[in-house]
C-alpha cells in the first residue's frame, strides 16, 4: 500500500481536500520550472508527476493534483465558453477540487455542488434523483461520474431534465473506442471482479461507442468537440494533453 493510501485511510474525509491543498502548496516549490504548465493552478513547472489509478509518468500536477483530463475540460471551459464571464446556474456533480475552487464563490455563478460523500459538495443527492426542478440550470459539469452509476439511463435523464431549454452539459466519462457496445453486468458486485472487468472496483462498466447513443436516448444532443487536436503539439505538451481526447458537450434534444 502506497504512503498515500495509508495518509487517505487516517485522515477524516471532510479534512482530505485542505491536506491535499497543503501538500501541493509544500511540494510545487520544489518541481517549479518553465517546461510545462497547469491552467487549473496556473502553475509551471519542470515536469508533470506520475500519477493516476494506474500509475502513469507525467500525468499529474505537482501543486493541484490536476490530470491530463482536468487540464483539457478546464481549457474548453476557458476557451470555449463564458462560463467565468456571464451569469450561469450551475449545477456541478462530484466536484472535482481543481474545478470547485474556482468556482464555488464567483459573483457570476450560482454555484450547487453535490456529490453522495465528497466533503466538498455543497449538497449531498444522488444523481438519479436532483431534487431540483426541471430546467434549473444553465451549466451541468459531471465528469467521471456515469461511470460509477448502476441506473446510468436514469442518471443522464435527470441530468437532462434539470437542464435548461438553452443550457449546456459537460459529462466525460471513460470511453473505449475500440468497444462498440458497452460491458457491464449488473451481477457483478465483488469489488476485485470489478475492478478486473471494468477497470476499477468502483467502477460498474465500461463504455464504447454507444456512450453517446445513451445520452441521445435521454434527450440529449451530443457533441464530440475535439478541442485538443486544435491546439498546436507545443501547447499540449505544455498542458500535458492527450490529443486524441475529445469532451463531450451535450445540450437539449
Sequence with gaps: MSLRSVVARAVPARLRPWLRRQAGRLRAPFHRGSAVTCPCCGGSFRAFLAGGVRRREGVRCPRCDSLERHRLVWLYLLRRTDLLSAPHRVLHVAPEPQF????????????????????????????????????????????????????????????????????????QTPVHSDREKTLEDPAVSDASERERLFGQPDHVRIYGRDFFERLEAAGFRVTRDRFARELSVEERTRYGLRKGEAVTVCTPG
Design 100 to 171: 470547485h475552487e474556482r468556482l464555488a464563490d464567483r459573483a457570476n455563478l450560482d454555484y450547487v455542488s453535490a456529490d453522495l460523500a465528497s466533503p466538498l459538495a455543497r449538497e449531498r443527492f444522488d444523481v438519479v434523483d436532483i431534487p431540483y426542478p426541471d430546467g434549473s440550470f444553465d451549466v451541468v459539469i459531471c465528469n467521471h461520474v456515469l461511470e460509477h452509476v448502476p441506473d446510468d439511463a436514469r442518471a443522464m435523464r435527470e441530468l437532462r431534465r434539470v437542464l435548461a431549454p438553452d443550457g449546456w452539459a459537460v459529462l
